[in-house]
């Protein structure tokens, strides 16, 4: 379900596609979808139909291994209008899973639980204990067993509920898998005779008891899991629920976290063994750090991989995009770098403070330590990319190569204007501006002849 509007976060992006780890709410629910093996989506639209849509398409694409459908629910009057809306696409043989667009964090072990415990023919709820259930609705059951809890005999929304009923501790989640030819039947017969003058989903739970099939609640304890976003504050509640989530399972998988309250990972992050990560780093995309890897803090990086023993110094930007970006073993990045789409750096290169890389192979060895620019260059092993040195790739239309041999030395505040070749072992002496091809070997100099005047006096201020 992801028509409603969400008042409450005071924003005119609908509700369902605010994000959690950089990826839409809606997204993370379509993703434990899939991760079910379902094989029929359906998402119930409203507010911001054409937007949540065209979100769930470019998100979900040809990878999703079940069918994508839509249906819009027009105007929204309450949780049971909203899946009457989805009949015309729900199979008679199937079991239906009632998820929330707004609800991100459900795990998809918990639903398998709850989907095994519908059997295909009974009507299973999620349910959770609550010290505070105020706002929830709760679950009344059958007088319990020494053995076990009561069946489930209703769900009563908190503004219907008697003070007795207002003392149950146990809630509703608003999850729910039921057979799909009963749920049909069930919902036809809502009505909407309630204090919110609004069809109520919960309201098939006494059908179903008045027609003999069994309703039962799957209980969990963690509350993060069904806790839904109406609020800002909500959402960064989660955020940061599901990033200490991910905390955890990367120590469990022997990373070394400075702070795990201070990490955010916003797509697929794999570590290998002794993997360090200072504070206030953020994983976006997909990366993949080798064994022996060193985040420094205050680093930024998605979408690449650094293999063994490389080592990212703070404050680093690393962005691959499409591209991705590639960091050889025993590298040394940073401080202060910035790696952009295709820098592919081999192993032991050195790329210092205030230096950018970006679509450009650097060989094994190869060092730019301070202030300098290789765009569209190709670098050979060992070559010595000295300080305030750039290549002049573009000429305001098109994008040319630069090609540095092996053992080059380039000194600092060198422009190499592209395209252009420098021979291997050669040497450019510091502030030339190179146009031309040079031979191996050779000391390239290409810059105004120096002039002394002696006793120059220097122009003097005029008094007015």
């Given at each position: 379900m992801a028509a409603g509007k969400g008042t409450r976060m005071k924003s005119k992006k609908p509700k369902v596609l605010h994000t959690i780890a950089g990826r839409p709410l809606l997204k993370h629910v379509l993703d434990t979808a899939a991760a079910l093996l379902a094989q029929k989506v359906v998402v119930i639209t409203g507010h911001g139909a054409m937007e949540v849509e065209?979100?769930?398409?470019?998100?979900?694409?040809?990878?999703?291994?079940?069918?994508?459908?839509f249906v819009r629910q027009e105007p929204q009057l309450g949780t049971g209008h909203a899946v009457q809306q989805a009949v015309p696409a729900l199979s008679d043989d199937s079991v239906v899973v009632v998820l929330s667009g707004d609800v991100p964090l459900t795990q998809a072990d918990t639903l398998f639980h709850l989907i095994k415990a519908s059997g295909g023919h009974q009507l299973a709820l999620l349910t959770l204990e609550q010290a505070d259930p105020t706002g929830y609705g709760r679950i009344v059951r059958a007088q319990a067993s020494a053995d076990a809890d009561g069946a489930v005999q209703a769900i009563v929304e908190h503004k219907d509920a008697t003070p007795e009923q207002r003392r149950i501790t146990e809630i509703y989640s608003g999850i729910m898998a039921v057979p799909a030819a009963q749920l049909k039947r069930w919902?036809?017969?809502?009505?909407?005779?309630?204090?919110?003058?609004?069809?109520?989903?919960?309201?098939?739970?006494?059908?179903?008891?008045?027609?003999?099939?069994?309703?039962?609640?799957?209980?969990?304890?963690?509350?993060?899991?069904?806790?839904?976003?109406?609020?800002?504050?909500?959402?960064?509640?989660?955020e940061r629920a599901y990033q200490l989530q991910q905390a955890h399972r990367l120590m469990e998988e022997g990373v070394r976290l400075a702070d795990p309250a201070r990490l955010d990972v916003r797509g697929d992050l794999l570590c290998a063994h002794d993997v360090s990560i200072d504070v206030n780093c953020v994983f976006e995309g997909q990366v993949s750090l080798g064994e022996g890897v060193s985040i420094g803090a205050n680093c930024v990086i998605a979408n690449a991989v650094i293999e063994a023993g490389a080592v990212i110094h703070p404050f680093t930007h690393i962005d691959g995009e499409k591209l991705g970006v590639t960091v050889g073993a025993g590298a040394l990045i940073g401080p202060f770098a910035r790696l952009r789409p295709g820098a592919r750096l081999g192993a032991e290169v050195h790329i210092g403070n205030f230096v950018e890389v970006k679509n450009s192979?650097?060989?094994?060895?190869?060092?730019?330590?301070?202030?300098?620019?290789?765009?569209?260059?190709?670098?050979?092993?060992?070559?010595?990319?000295?300080?305030?040195?750039?290549?002049?790739?573009?000429?305001?239309?098109?994008?040319?190569?630069?090609?540095i041999e092996a053992d080059v030395h380039v000194g600092s505040n060198s422009v190499l204007v592209a395209p252009l070749t420098l021979g291997a072992g050669g040497t450019v002496g510091g502030g030339s501006t190179v146009t031309k091809d040079t031979p191996a070997g050779a000391l390239t100099v290409a810059r105004g002849k120096q002039v002394s005047i002696a006793d120059w006096a220097r122009p003097q201020k005029i008094a007015r």
């Amino acid at each position: 379900m992801a028509a409603g509007k969400g008042t409450r976060m005071k924003s005119k992006k609908p509700k369902v596609l605010h994000t959690i780890a950089g990826r839409p709410l809606l997204k993370h629910v379509l993703d434990t979808a899939a991760a079910l093996l379902a094989q029929k989506v359906v998402v119930i639209t409203g507010h911001g139909a054409m937007e949540v849509e065209a979100a769930c398409a470019t998100s979900t694409g040809a990878a999703a291994d079940f069918s994508l459908n839509f249906v819009r629910q027009e105007p929204q009057l309450g949780t049971g209008h909203a899946v009457q809306q989805a009949v015309p696409a729900l199979s008679d043989d199937s079991v239906v899973v009632v998820l929330s667009g707004d609800v991100p964090l459900t795990q998809a072990d918990t639903l398998f639980h709850l989907i095994k415990a519908s059997g295909g023919h009974q009507l299973a709820l999620l349910t959770l204990e609550q010290a505070d259930p105020t706002g929830y609705g709760r679950i009344v059951r059958a007088q319990a067993s020494a053995d076990a809890d009561g069946a489930v005999q209703a769900i009563v929304e908190h503004k219907d509920a008697t003070p007795e009923q207002r003392r149950i501790t146990e809630i509703y989640s608003g999850i729910m898998a039921v057979p799909a030819a009963q749920l049909k039947r069930w919902l036809a017969r809502l009505d909407n005779k309630n204090a919110q003058a609004e069809y109520y989903l919960t309201d098939i739970v006494k059908f179903a008891v008045a027609d003999g099939v069994p309703v039962v609640g799957y209980k969990i304890t963690d509350a993060v899991q069904v806790a839904g976003v109406n609020s800002p504050v909500q959402l960064a509640e989660l955020e940061r629920a599901y990033q200490l989530q991910q905390a955890h399972r990367l120590m469990e998988e022997g990373v070394r976290l400075a702070d795990p309250a201070r990490l955010d990972v916003r797509g697929d992050l794999l570590c290998a063994h002794d993997v360090s990560i200072d504070v206030n780093c953020v994983f976006e995309g997909q990366v993949s750090l080798g064994e022996g890897v060193s985040i420094g803090a205050n680093c930024v990086i998605a979408n690449a991989v650094i293999e063994a023993g490389a080592v990212i110094h703070p404050f680093t930007h690393i962005d691959g995009e499409k591209l991705g970006v590639t960091v050889g073993a025993g590298a040394l990045i940073g401080p202060f770098a910035r790696l952009r789409p295709g820098a592919r750096l081999g192993a032991e290169v050195h790329i210092g403070n205030f230096v950018e890389v970006k679509n450009s192979t650097l060989a094994k060895g190869a060092k730019a330590n301070h202030l300098a620019y290789l765009g569209d260059a190709t670098v050979g092993e060992r070559v010595n990319f000295g300080a305030g040195a750039i290549t002049a790739n573009y000429d305001g239309s098109n994008k040319h190569r630069t090609v540095i041999e092996a053992d080059v030395h380039v000194g600092s505040n060198s422009v190499l204007v592209a395209p252009l070749t420098l021979g291997a072992g050669g040497t450019v002496g510091g502030g030339s501006t190179v146009t031309k091809d040079t031979p191996a070997g050779a000391l390239t100099v290409a810059r105004g002849k120096q002039v002394s005047i002696a006793d120059w006096a220097r122009p003097q201020k005029i008094a007015r």
